[in-house]
């Protein structure tokens, strides 16, 4: 090693030249490296997503949702299956084995609901998508418009999807637009409900006659002498005009035609969901992103797209941006520049405190930005991107990065001090440093390799993050070892031993005098040390809430209208009540408020959002009075109205609410145990509102009704009928969302609906005649209809039911923690059923057991890195006693500061178990070469001591230096985040860096190998 660093000093402008390639190279990789928000990662969950309209819970459970269940169970990798049933649909989510690629799991998916296809209801095909985690949710979709004006929704809609999505979807890097909202054109085929039963013919006859005529069919193959030729019927294609004459079956003197039987005309189908603007109708066009494209390119590129068709839209239609991830990106990029110009300014002025040069600042300095582009390098090389997670962690690094130089330019230096000659002192300083630091720079890697042993969310989520880091880390070894010693050759001046001496050697004189006391007193040091440490875990254990924090930032000022009928309420009548709250906002608010409404099916939401002018008058508090009064004239429905933001609100509240799930197999009975349990939590005085749900997110459940047809089996047989025929009525009197086929009308394919020309309240079913070649039956003879109460929503976990029970606590979060622990210890359940805490911030405490368990990890893998440096399992335990002297330090911050120790934390105190020991190491290190010298025990740790005082105070102010700023940047979605990670790695640096200082050689006394009085 010795020879290649003297011939790398003698060769500066071809080491020089290097770097410059890494500069452009580097420079190159990061233009070109693919932005985005969450990491291009694929994740072990699908989900099932299944609509069956018209259905009840109960009966898209018992038909749908449990028979998909039961098949997808034994597929191979399946580790858990959820699943949540409403009314008319079904999400059934799949999580699998993180060593099964999502492809092979979509595969087996296929296969296994592809066989179970002929049992499921009829129209009813499970659609199979991926799974975002939960933490990057909130970050989904690319960019999205919202598109208005003064037209009807059909007519937006039609503009959207003819002169919009076309230009949208050419270009580069937009892989999906979809159009959401508004209605379509569809053909009303009005059936005549007497003709028809004269007939003698079945609605389903006459749709099949419609089908047949314009479907192409296979009719076999026609053979030649050698070939055989595919023979099929070219489907129909009519005009409007020609469907009157359209043959549907032979009667007894004469065909019968579609125009006996039904009434054609032009409508529109049925809106899904109604969307306005101001009072004006509305339609959302959303834009996906192609993987593996610079984000930030491709949404330049859809506005200036989108700027271009917005001069061509017709008067009074806006086309207004509403969702633009990008600037989620550009944001992050700001905080990154904003921690960067903190950071490296901060570590600067300690570089000119410290070392009194310009020249060698800049030579540490320069060390950063060269680790940081062959990471990139690395990035690009292995197909990488740049996400949120992997630039926050690359963030991170920067207080770091400068620690590996500026322990070889400080051991060259005292090289140079102490009297060697430029070439040696650099050769010797570096090759004397070099295994240390890269065993430093090995210790932090390796506490971040328990990661991949997490959750299989929590490591594919935070894997980058490790990634990024890791990388970065390795470089910075390579730029410590080559680039600074030959730089520092060059450039550097030397300083004379007097002008050290004459402004540090005083402070490092007392800090000797103070370790030669306290290796002295080393017994009493050592156990004061860990009774402290004893104390600190006790505190913890028993005072700290483990779990998420409950702040709430203030943020834009609106007031949110939601509301929730029944099923089977009208969407009139949800945009009958939605419109009133809107009509009154638009009208208070004028120009100071923007009012954006969407109803869906049954349930509407609607946004009031102030701007920065109106916040802090009084108009937000008045406008949501007024909606609270407005909200009571409205009876039968659900009706929640809040204001949010600024103006409304400047702190924290006093109080976080809690959920508890219950889990059993009974569906009644674990309805009566979470009612039980409900008025358990209600005799302690700070617990209030609570509610028990068997919806996850805490909506009422009713009560709502299903009308149900129970057949009279005998009946029907000896009439003749089957049930089929019986399904087939109730199916054309019925109210359906669907149609029921495409036309190829005047070279367009259009959808039809084939309806009844009367309507039918629930007591005129009964009267309703059946077809019968035999008998007059009607409805009521062939059964009876029954109204039944059913759950708005059916939860299940691996084929159990689920059932949930929300509280508010008021009360510090530790408090409350304290108070759920003890609530669920004294719970009693019969066998079968299970009460377990679960939180709103989509971490699953389940997995608290591995991230215990990945700090023990990180701990042993620190251990071996150490061993192998030292050749001794003593000394390694010396530099690995400093983590419990950080985890002391954090321990204590969250305890005295009511802090919540969350996902955040236990990252932050994995990363903490690598870097707390590299002062130690450092430290360590010099006492046993000074043994080997031949110094006696006591001088050899007291002049390491005072030689490792300096790089060891100035590489741990550089972390946390870089530390810092993570307490007050970053994005909005993962800041709770970066801030306990921030605590962690501040508190448990700060504390392990002085009692390294003062205690490390204490415990090297009593516990290194070597004659405790003579010569090692």
């Known amino acids: 090693m010795e020879r290649f660093l003297t011939s790398a000093i003698h060769r500066p402008i071809a080491v020089t030249a290097a770097a410059l390639v890494v500069l452009a190279l580097g420079t190159a990789a990061v233009l070109r490296l693919p932005l985005s928000l969450e990491p291009d990662k694929d994740y072990p969950g699908l989900n099932i997503a299944v609509a069956w309209p018209g259905a009840s819970s109960e009966a898209v459970v018992k038909h749908v949702t449990a028979p998909i269940e039961s098949e997808i169970s034994s597929v191979p990798g399946i580790v858990q299956i959820r699943s949540e049933t409403k009314e008319g649909m079904a999400e059934i989510y799949a999580n699998f084995d993180h060593t099964l690629s999502i492809a092979s799991a979509r595969a087996l998916l296929r296969d296994r609901l592809a066989s179970l296809r002929e049992e499921l209801p009829d129209g009813v095909e499970p659609r199979i998508s991926e799974v975002i985690p939960q933490i990057f949710q909130e970050l989904e979709g690319f960019m999205g418009y919202r598109l208005s004006g003064p037209m009807t929704?059909?007519?937006?809609?039609?503009?959207?999807?003819?002169?919009?999505?076309?230009?949208?979807?050419?270009?580069?890097?937009?892989?999906?637009?979809?159009?959401?909202?508004?209605?379509?054109?569809?053909?009303?085929?009005?059936?005549?409900?007497?003709?028809?039963?004269?007939?003698?013919?079945?609605?389903?006859?006459?749709?099949?006659?419609?089908?047949?005529?314009?479907?192409?069919?296979?009719?076999?193959?026609?053979?030649?002498?050698?070939?055989?030729?595919?023979?099929?019927?070219?489907?129909?294609?009519?005009?409007?005009?020609?469907?009157?004459?359209?043959?549907?079956?032979?009667?007894?003197?004469?065909?019968?035609?579609?125009?006996?039987?039904?009434?054609?005309?032009?409508?529109?189908?049925?809106?899904?969901?109604?969307?306005?603007?101001?009072?004006?109708?509305?339609?959302?066009?959303?834009?996906?992103?192609?993987?593996?494209?610079?984000?930030l390119d491709v949404a330049d590129r859809v506005r200036t797209r989108m700027d271009e068709l917005a001069r061509s839209l017709p008067a009074g239609v806006r086309a207004n941006l509403v969702t633009d991830r990008s600037e989620d990106v550009r944001q992050a990029l700001d905080d990154l520049f904003v921690r960067v110009a903190i950071a490296l300014i901060a570590i600067i002025a300690l570089l000119l405190v410290f070392i009194r040069q310009i020249r060698a600042s800049i030579i540490l300095f320069s060390s950063i930005g060269l680790s940081m582009l062959a990471a990139m390098i690395c990035f690009e090389a292995m197909g990488l991107g740049l996400d949120l997670l992997t630039i926050s962690g690359l963030a991170l690094a920067f207080g770091i990065l400068v620690d590996n130089a500026v322990v070889i330019y400080e051991n060259i230096r005292r090289r140079s001090e102490e009297g060697d000659e430029p070439d040696s002192a650099t050769v010797r300083g570096t090759s004397e440093m070099l295994i240390p630091v890269a065993a430093t720079t090995m210790t932090t890697i390796a506490a971040l390799v328990p990661i991949v042993y997490l959750s299989d969310e929590f490591r594919r989520d935070f894997a980058p993050f490790a990634l990024g880091l890791g990388l970065t880390l390795a470089a910075s070894i390579v730029v410590a070892g080559i680039w600074v010693p030959v730089i520092t050759h060059r450039l550097d001046r030397k300083v004379s031993p007097e002008f050290r001496r004459a402004h540090v050697m005083r402070f490092v004189d007392r800090y000797g005098s103070a370790v030669s006391r306290m290796v002295r007193w080393r017994w009493p040091v050592a156990l004061?040390?860990?009774?402290?440490?004893?104390?600190?875990?006790?505190?913890?254990?028993?005072?700290?809430?483990?779990?998420?924090?409950?702040?709430?930032?203030?943020?834009?000022?609106?007031?949110?209208?939601?509301?929730?009928?029944?099923?089977?309420?009208?969407?009139?009548?949800?945009?009958?009540?939605?419109?009133?709250?809107?009509?009154?906002?638009?009208?208070?608010?004028?120009?100071?408020?923007?009012?954006?409404?969407?109803?869906?099916?049954?349930?509407?939401?609607?946004?009031?959002?102030?701007?920065?002018?109106?916040?802090?008058?009084?108009?937000?508090?008045e406008m949501l009075g007024r909606m609270m009064n407005l909200a009571t004239y409205y009876g039968g429905l659900f009706i929640s109205v809040s204001g949010l933001g600024t103006g409304f609100s400047s702190g924290r509240?006093?109080?976080?609410?809690?959920?508890?799930?219950?889990?059993?197999?009974?569906?009644?009975?674990?309805?009566?145990?979470?009612?039980?349990?409900?008025?358990?939590?209600?005799?302690?005085?700070?617990?209030?509102?609570?509610?028990?749900?068997?919806?996850?997110?805490?909506?009422?459940?009713?009560?709502?009704?299903?009308?149900?047809?129970?057949?009279?089996?005998?009946?029907?047989?000896?009439?003749?009928?089957?049930?089929?025929?019986?399904?087939?009525?109730?199916?054309?009197?019925?109210?359906?969302?669907?149609?029921?086929?495409?036309?190829?009308?005047?070279?367009?394919?259009?959808?039809?609906?084939?309806?009844?020309?009367?309507?039918?309240?629930?007591?005129?079913?009964?009267?309703?005649?059946?077809?019968?070649?035999?008998?007059?039956?009607?409805?009521?003879?062939?059964?009876?209809?029954?109204?039944?109460?059913?759950?708005?929503?059916?939860?299940?976990?691996?084929?159990?039911?689920?059932r949930w029970i929300t509280y508010e606590f008021v009360g510090a979060g530790r408090l409350a923690g304290r108070f759920q622990e003890a609530f669920l210890n004294a719970v009693e359940l019969p066998p079968g059923y299970r009460l377990e805490r679960q939180t709103w911030a989509g971490f699953d405490w389940g997995d608290e057991r591995d991230l215990y368990l990945a700090v023990c990890l990180a701990f042993v893998l620190v251990l071996l890195v150490t061993s192998a440096l030292f050749e001794s399992f003593r000394r390694a335990a010396v530099a690995l006693l400093t983590v419990p002297m950080g985890l002391t330090g954090i321990f204590l911050v969250f305890w005295i500061f009511e802090l919540a120790f969350d996902r955040g934390a236990f990252l932050g105190t994995i990363f903490m178990v690598g870097i707390v020991v590299n002062n130690a190491i450092l430290l360590v290190d010099r006492m046993a070469r000074l043994q080997r010298e031949g110094m006696l025990l006591d001088e050899a740790i007291i002049t390491a001591a005072r030689q490792r005082l300096r790089p060891i105070l100035i590489t741990s102010l550089t972390t946390l230096v870089g530390l810092t700023p993570l307490l007050f940047a970053g994005h909005p979605s993962t800041r709770d985040l970066w801030i306990s990670l921030s605590y962690t790695g501040?508190?448990?640096?700060?504390?392990?860096?002085?009692?390294?200082?003062?205690?490390?050689?204490?415990?090297?006394?009593?516990?290194?190998?070597?004659?405790?009085?003579?010569?090692?």
Do not use: C
């Open 986 to 1016: 501040l508190s448990g640096l700060t504390l392990s860096t002085l009692l390294v200082l003062f205690v490390t050689p204490a415990l090297y006394r009593l516990i290194a190998p070597g004659d405790r009085g003579k010569q090692a």
């Open 153 to 295: 929704d059909f007519a937006l809609r039609a503009l959207a999807i003819e002169d919009i999505l076309p230009f949208l979807s050419s270009i580069d890097g937009v892989r999906n637009v979809e159009v959401y909202g508004g209605r379509e054109e569809e053909l009303v085929l009005r059936l005549d409900a007497d003709r028809l039963h004269s007939s003698g013919l079945t609605a389903a006859q006459v749709q099949i006659a419609i089908n047949d005529t314009f479907k192409s069919h296979a009719a076999g193959a026609v053979h030649g002498e050698s070939t055989s030729i595919p023979l099929y019927t070219k489907p129909m294609s009519s005009a409007m005009g020609d469907l009157p004459d359209l043959p549907v079956a032979a009667g007894r003197d004469e065909f019968i035609r579609l125009g006996d039987l039904v009434e054609t005309r032009m409508g529109l189908t049925k809106p899904r969901s109604i969307s306005r603007l101001n009072g004006q109708p509305a339609i959302s066009i959303e834009i996906d992103q192609q993987p593996g494209t610079n984000m």
């Open 528 to 621: 004061s040390t860990f009774g402290i440490f004893g104390i600190s875990v006790f505190l913890f254990a028993i005072d700290v809430w483990k779990g998420p924090s409950f702040s709430w930032r203030a943020g834009d000022t609106l007031i949110s209208v939601y509301i929730n009928g029944h099923p089977g309420v009208e969407t009139s009548t949800i945009d009958s009540v939605a419109l009133a709250f809107e009509r009154y906002a638009v009208e208070a608010g004028g120009k100071n408020v923007e009012v954006v409404t969407r109803i869906d099916g049954t349930s509407a939401s609607m946004l009031a959002r102030f701007s920065e002018e109106s916040a802090l008058t009084a108009l937000p508090h």
């Open 653 to 802: 509240g006093g109080s976080a609410t809690f959920r508890l799930q219950m889990v059993g197999y009974n569906f009644d009975d674990l309805r009566d145990h979470a009612e039980r349990v409900a008025r358990q939590l209600e005799r302690n005085r700070r617990v209030r509102k609570v509610e028990t749900t068997n919806n996850r997110w805490g909506y009422g459940e009713g009560p709502f009704y299903e009308l149900q047809f129970n057949p009279a089996q005998r009946t029907l047989a000896r009439a003749g009928v089957n049930l089929g025929d019986v399904d087939e009525l109730l199916r054309l009197y019925g109210d359906r969302e669907r149609p029921d086929g495409e036309l190829h009308l005047d070279g367009r394919r259009v959808p039809y609906r084939l309806v009844v020309d009367r309507s039918a309240s629930a007591s005129d079913l009964g009267r309703l005649p059946i077809r019968s070649s035999d008998v007059a039956l009607d409805m009521g003879d062939a059964g009876y209809l029954a109204f039944n109460r059913v759950p708005t929503a059916i939860m299940r976990s691996d084929q159990q039911y689920e």
